[in-house]
C-alpha cells in the first residue's frame, strides 16, 4: 500500500521533531562484558550478527524485490526482514472483514527461502488506520481490533518471530502517559493488555513486542512510561515478551544512557530488539555505538535498520541507512560489520528464570485426565470501569487428542448482560449462557490454549470468580 504523502510528510515531520530532542554526546566507550569468537569473522551482516546469537534485520518493501540489485543486496546481507507497509492495517484489512495479504506473502515466502527471522509489524497502530476503523463505536471497535489481530495472525501463524503487537501507544513529551488514539479514547487504557493477551491467545509461539520511537533515552518520561507498562504487565502475567526500541536517530547517534536503558529493561525479564535504526547522515561512530549498546546486553536478541538503500529510506534526504542510492556499502557498513564480528554478550540458556515450585499442589485432579480431548475453562477480568467490565476466559486443552471443536458454559449473574463476545459465538443452554468457538480457534493441540473475551456494560461490578465448565468435540 503506498503511503499517502500527508501521511509520510507527517511521519517525517515527527521524526525532525525526535531528532532534534535527542542528546549530542554518545558515550565514547561502552565496555563489552565477554566476546564470542572472533577467529573467523564473517563478511556479511547476517552472519557477523549470528556469531554472538543475534539477528541483522532490513525493512523491506514488496514492490522493490523485483530490482535485482536490491533484492541481491537484501538476499545476501541480512538474515531477517521486516515488511516496511505491507503488515499494516490499511495494507491487510482496508475495508473490514477483507483481508488481504499478497504484499505480506511475497515479502515471507522471500524470507522463507532466504531462512530470514521475520518480524510481523503491526497490529495495533494508529497511523496507517483505514478510516473504518475511526468511526466505530466503542464494542464495535474491540470487536474489530479482536478480529483483526486474530485474522493476521492466524494467516501467518508460525512463520513471525516476533510480532509488533502495540505500535506506539505512549506520548511525545512530558506526560509519560499513553497518547490519544481512537483505540486509547474509546477503549481506554486496557487496550493494550486486551491486545497483548488476544495475541497470545492466537500464536503463543511468537514473541509479542511491544514497539515505540524516543523511549532510547532512559530518563526520558516517555521511557519512563513504557518501563512501568512493562513492569505491571510482568507482575501481573500479561503476556508480553519484548519490547522494540525503534532508533531513528539524529547524526549523533543513541543518547548515552541507550545502553542502560536496553538494560533495565531486559531486567523485567523482556527481550528487547532494535526495530528501525537509522542514523541521519550515518556516522559510523553513531552506528557502531548503537549496535555495540545491542551486543553488550544479554537479552538484546537483535537489529533491523529500517530500509535497504537510501534510494528508499522514508528518510532519504537523511542518507540514514548502510547503503547508498547505487547500493555501495558506505562506512557505516563497515563499521557494524566489525562491531558484530567483535562479538557480543550472550547468556547460554541454563538456568530456569523461576525456580521450580518447593509444595507439590495441594488439591490433586480427581479424576487425571487419561485419554482423548479434554478442556478447561478459567476467568480473568482484565479491566473494569464505573460503567461495566471485562472478561477474558482461557480455555485449555488438557487430553492426550487435539480439541477440534468447544463449549463453554457458565451462570451469569442476573442483570449482567454481556454486550460483546469476541473470539466466540454467545448462546444459551437452559439458564446458563454459553461461548462456542469459532470457525478460526476451535483446533486446540493438546496443552495449547486459546481465549475469547466478553464486555458487560451495565455498570455492575465483576464477580470475582465464576464456575466455567468447558465441553469438547
Ligand atoms: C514508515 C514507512 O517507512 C513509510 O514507508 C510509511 O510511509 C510510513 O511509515 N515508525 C514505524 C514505521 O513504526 O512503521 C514507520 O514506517 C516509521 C516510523
Known amino acids: 500500500m503506498p503511503p499517502t504523502g500527508g501521511s509520510l510528510a507527517r511521519r517525517r515531520s515527527r521524526v525532525r521533531t525526535a531528532v532534534t530532542a535527542l542528546t549530542a554526546t554518545v558515550a565514547a566507550t561502552i565496555g563489552l562484558v565477554s566476546l564470542a569468537g572472533t577467529a573467523n569473522a564473517a563478511n556479511t551482516l547476517g552472519a557477523a550478527a549470528a556469531s554472538s546469537g543475534r539477528y541483522f534485520g532490513a525493512a523491506v518493501a514488496a514492490n522493490h524485490l523485483g530490482e535485482s540489485q536490491y533484492a541481491a543486496t537484501f538476499d545476501t546481507e541480512f538474515n531477517a526482514v521486516t515488511p516496511e507497509n505491507e503488515m499494516k492495517w490499511d495494507a491487510t484489512e482496508r475495508s473490514r472483514g477483507s483481508f488481504s495479504f499478497g504484499a505480506a506473502d511475497q515479502i515471507v515466502s522471500n524470507a522463507q527461502a532466504h531462512g530470514m527471522k521475520i518480524r510481523g509489524h503491526t497490529l495495533v497502530w494508529h497511523n496507517q488506520l483505514p478510516g473504518w476503523v475511526s468511526n466505530l463505536s466503542a ?6 481490533m479482536d478480529n483483526h489481530i486474530t485474522q493476521v495472525m492466524t494467516h501467518f501463524k508460525g512463520k513471525i518471530y516476533a510480532w509488533d503487537v502495540v505500535n506506539e501507544a505512549f506520548a511525545d513529551g512530558g506526560s509519560g502517559q499513553h497518547r490519544s488514539s481512537p483505540f486509547q479514547d474509546k477503549l481506554g487504557n486496557g487496550f493494550i493488555e486486551h491486545a497483548f493477551r488476544t495475541a497470545h491467545s492466537v500464536d503463543s509461539n511468537a514473541k509479542l513486542c511491544y514497539n515505540d520511537y524516543n523511549i532510547e533515552n532512559w530518563t526520558d518520561a516517555k521511557t519512563q512510561g513504557v518501563y512501568n507498562m512493562v513492569k505491571d504487565f510482568k507482575s501481573r502475567g500479561v503476556p508480553i515478551d519484548c519490547v522494540g526500541f525503534q532508533s531513528h536517530f539524529g547524526s549523533s547517534g543513541p543518547p548515552s544512557s541507550f545502553q542502560t536503558t536496553l ?12 526495530t528501525e535504526l537509522d542514523i541521519a547522515q550515518a556516522p559510523a561512530t553513531a552506528y557502531t555505538n548503537t549496535v555495540k549498546a545491542c551486543l553488550s546486553v ?13 534510494k528508499y529510506s522514508w528518510r532519504s534526504g537523511d542518507n540514514p541507512l548502510l547503503f547508498d542510492g547505487s547500493y555501495n556499502k558506505k562506512a557505516a557498513y563497515t563499521a557494524v560489520l566489525n562491531a558484530l564480528n567483535a562479538g557480543g554478550v550472550t547468556t547460554p540458556p541454563t538456568t530456569p528464570s523461576t525456580s521450580p515450585p518447593t509444595t507439590p499442589p495441594t488439591t490433586p485432579p480427581t479424576t487425571p485426565p487419561t485419554s482423548g480431548p479434554l478442556c478447561t475453562a478459567s476467568y480473568a477480568v482484565t479491566n473494569s470501569w464505573a460503567g461495566g467490565y471485562q472478561v477474558d476466559v482461557t480455555v485449555k486443552s488438557t487430553g492426550t487428542a487435539a480439541l477440534s471443536a468447544w463449549t463453554v458454559s457458565w451462570s451469569q449473574p442476573t442483570g449482567q448482560t454481556i454486550s460483546q463476545m469476541w473470539n466466540a459465538v454467545q448462546g444459551t443452554s ?9 470457525s478460526y480457534n476451535g483446533s486446540v493441540a493438546p496443552g495449547a490454549t486459546t481465549s475469547f473475551g466478553y464486555l458487560v456494560d451495565t455498570g455492575q461490578t465483576p464477580p470475582s470468580a465464576l464456575q466455567l465448565s468447558c465441553t469438547f468435540t
Open 263 to 274: 538494560s533495565n529493561f531486559a531486567a523485567l525479564g523482556v527481550d528487547v530488539q532494535l
Open 298 to 310: 544479554a537479552r538484546c536478541t537483535g537489529i533491523t535498520v529500517w530500509g535497504v538503500t537510501d
Open 430 to 438: 437452559g439458564a446458563l449462557t454459553t461461548a462456542h468457538n469459532t
Open 139 to 144: 464494542s464495535d471497535l474491540q470487536s474489530a
